[in-house]
């Protein structure tokens, strides 16, 4: 029997039972591996770590893209950093207002792959005449842009390592607040923190340099488990994520998308955070300076 066993963390992993693989290869980028499972469905991971499942992935997708696009309201220009799996795209083209959708994602390989082998994430999405898609690493998209602006900037990336980790520097927030328009909002991956703790501090400090509102929300995603996973949250516009649940429950109803996970009453749920959270919050990062 093959197996898959996640490197993620020291002392303890997940593993999963390879029904079939589709594909592996390292990639001019990431070591990827794209199998089946016969509950999950189909996985793909980078580098040793599960980035989505045909079974769950419906549950982080939906929380990235709606929060933050019906918490705005009036959404026309968003950025896509990573996502090369599509479904991110998938939901954030769902929103029919939406006028220009640009993704930045390092490693044309996993777009290609995935494309192939996980058709039903993105399905179809990368045909979506609104889309701009740019092969770029995002940090250097982010510092480059020049005069375009964004309403809703999503980071989907992978963990802070290998080609994920400028995607949680400081530099990295700080470009994302220059291009973002006012009043508009970015979230971002910003893993477990029952396992990754370090990294909500550190976001906190380093996107908490550049954002007015910086805050966290969350959802419970079965394959990254540890309990819950943490969005970093940055606006300059605090009244953002205290969108009413009349509101956001009119804009669900307008936008006509049927959600699996995603409510008005979910949305409003997912930024209270629990006490070891709020407690770790309080205390310094180990790194915070870059
Ligand atoms: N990227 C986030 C994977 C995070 C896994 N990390 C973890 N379990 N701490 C997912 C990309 C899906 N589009």
Request: proline share 4%; net charge negative; hydrophobic share 40%.
């Amino acid at each position: 029997m093959k197996e898959f066993q996640e490197t993620l963390y020291d002392s303890i992993s997940q593993c999963f039972r390879i029904d079939r693989m589709y594909f592996e290869h390292k990639t001019e980028h990431q070591h990827l591996m794209i199998f089946h499972n016969a509950f999950l469905g189909r996985v793909m991971t980078l580098d040793g770590i599960v980035q989505t499942t045909e079974r769950d992935e419906f549950i982080y997708h939906e929380m990235m893209a709606h929060v933050p696009i019906l918490a705005h309201g009036r959404v026309r220009d968003v950025l896509i950093i990573g996502g090369g799996d599509g479904a991110m795209l998938r939901e954030v083209c769902k929103h029919r207002d939406i006028e220009r959708i640009v993704m930045v994602e390092i490693d044309a390989e996993v777009i290609e792959m995935a494309r192939q082998y996980l058709p039903n994430h993105s399905a179809g999405a990368f045909d979506d005449p609104r889309l701009e898609l740019v092969i770029s690493d995002g940090m250097d998209f982010v510092r480059g842009a020049e005069a375009e602006r964004f309403d809703v900037i999503i980071s989907d990336s992978t963990d802070p390592i290998g080609p994920g980790e400028v995607l949680f520097s400081d530099d990295f927030y700080g470009q994302c607040r220059r291009i973002l328009k006012p009043g508009g909002a970015m979230a971002t991956q910003n893993g477990v923190p029952f396992f990754q703790i370090d990294e909500v501090r550190q976001t906190r400090e380093r996107m908490g340099r550049h954002f007015a509102d910086q805050c966290f929300y969350s959802a419970a995603v079965p394959t990254y488990y540890g309990g819950i996973m943490t969005f970093g949250w940055g606006s300059d516009n605090p009244e953002l994520r205290r969108v009413d649940r009349e509101t956001l429950a009119a804009r669900l109803a307008a936008s006509d998308i049927e959600t699996r996970y995603y409510t008005p009453d979910i949305h409003l749920a997912s930024f209270a955070l629990p006490k070891y959270l709020l407690d770790a919050l309080e205390e310094p990062a180990a790194d915070a300076a870059q």
